[in-house]
C-alpha cells in the first residue's frame, strides 16, 4: 500500500507544474542543441548496417538457396547444418561470437560495425536461402517439364518461366526480412556500436542535471523512430503479398 | 580449451539458463494469452477493441525488444512506474510475443472454414461456445507450426536481457570474458547451452508438427 502510495505521490509530482528549482523537463531536450540531429544520426548508423547487410545477403541468400535444392547429399547435410545453427542461435550470440571470438581465435581486431555486418549477411543468407529454396521447390515439376516441351533452354525456362513465378512469393518475404534485420542490428549497441541507442544514452547522461527525466522521452522518440522506419516497410510488403496472392 | 575452466564455471550458466527459461516460460504464457484474446477480438470484428488489437500488434511488431525493453527499464521510472529487471523482462516479452502469437491464431482462424462456425450455430451453439469447443480448438491445430517457431523466437529474443542487468545467458558470458579473459570456454558454454535449450524444443516442434498434420478436416 504504501509503496503504491508513494508512487502515485511522484507520478503526480512529476505531472503537475511545481517548482522545479531549475531544472527543465519533458520533450524539450530533443530540440535542445544538436540532438535531434545526434539521434537522427545514430539512427542513419542503424539503417546503413542493416541496408548494407540485406544487400550483400540477398545475392547470397539466392546462390545458397539454389544450392540447397541440389540433390548432393554433402551439400544437403552441411547446408542444412549451417542453416540450423544460424537458426537456433540468437543473432546477440553470433555477434558475440565473432565480434569476441574471432579477436581471440584469429587475432583479428574486427570493428562493432563490421562484425555486425558479417553477422546480419550470415543470418541474412541463412534466412534468405530458406525463403528461395521454398519458392523453388514450390515450383511444379510440369512448369520445367512443359518448357522443355516447348523447346525452351535450361537458361530460358529459368528467366521467362521460374524466376518470374517465384520472385512474386520472394519479393515480399524478403522485404520483411529487411525490417528483421533493422529491429535486430539495435543489438550493435551491445558490442559497443555507437548507433541510435548509444547516442540517447549519451543525450540523456550529459544532460543528467539539466533533464532529470529525459530518460522518457528519448527512449520514447527511439521507440518511434523504429516504427516510423519499420512500420512503413512492413506495410508496403504486406500490399505486395495481397496484391501478388492469386 | 580449459575443461577446469568450465567444469568451474558450468554451475553460473546451469543457473543463468534456469532464470532464461523462467522468464521465458511466464512471457510466453502471458503471450499465448493476450494473442489468444487479440485475435478473437479480430476475428469477431469487435468494433473498438479491434482497432487497439491491430495497432497494438503493429506497433509491437515493429519496434525491437530491445527498445521496448530501454523503454520500460530505463524510462518508465520517470513517470514513477518502476519495474525489477526480472518483470520488465516478462513484461517486455509478453508485449512483444503478444502481437507474434495474435498473427499465428490469426492466420489459423481464419483457415478454419465458415461452415464450422454456421454449423455450430445451428446445432444451438452459443457464440462463445462453439467458438471454445469447435472453432479455436482447430484453429489451434492449424497455427502449431508458427506457435513453435514463435516460443523459439522469444527464447531466444531473451538475449537482449543481459542489457537491462538480469544475469542471463549473455551476461554470465561477458561477465566471464570480462573477468578472465577465458574468451573461447566462455563463448563456447554460451553457444552450448543455448544449443541445450533450443534444439529439443524445435525437434519437438516438428515432431509435433508431424503428427497434428492429421488434426486437419476433409484434406
Known sequence: MRASAIELFSLSSLLSLQNTGGRERGIGILFDGNNFERLMGGLFVTIRISLLSAALSLPLGILFGMLMTRRNPLTKALSRIYLDF???????VLLFLVYFGTARAFALSLSGELSAVI??????TAELGDLVRGALVSIPRIQYESAAALGLTPLQTAFFIIIPQTVRRLIPLAINLVTRMVKTSSLVVLIGVVEVL???QQIIDANRFRYPTAALPIYGVIFLLYFLVCWPISLFAGCLEKRWRD | MDFSFIRRFAPMYFDAARLTLGIAALGILFSVLIGALCSVTEYYKLPILRRIASAYVELSRNTPLLVQLFFLYFGLPKLGIRMSSALCGVVGLSFLGGAYMTESFRAGLEAVEGVQREAALSLGLTPLQSMGY??????????VPSL???????IKETSVFSAIALADLMYVAKDLIGLYYQTEEALFMLVLSYLVLLLPISILGTLLERRLR???FGD
Open chain 1, 86 to 92: 544460424i537458426r537456433i542461435m540468437p543473432q546477440l
Open chain 1, 119 to 124: 553477422v546480419f549477411v550470415l543470418w541474412g
Open chain 1, 198 to 200: 548509444k547516442t540517447g
Open chain 2, 134 to 143: 469447435v472453432i479455436f480448438p482447430q484453429a489451434l491445430a492449424l497455427s
Open chain 2, 148 to 154: 513453435v517457431a514463435n516460443v523459439i523466437f522469444l
Open chain 2, 214 to 216: 492429421y488434426a486437419g
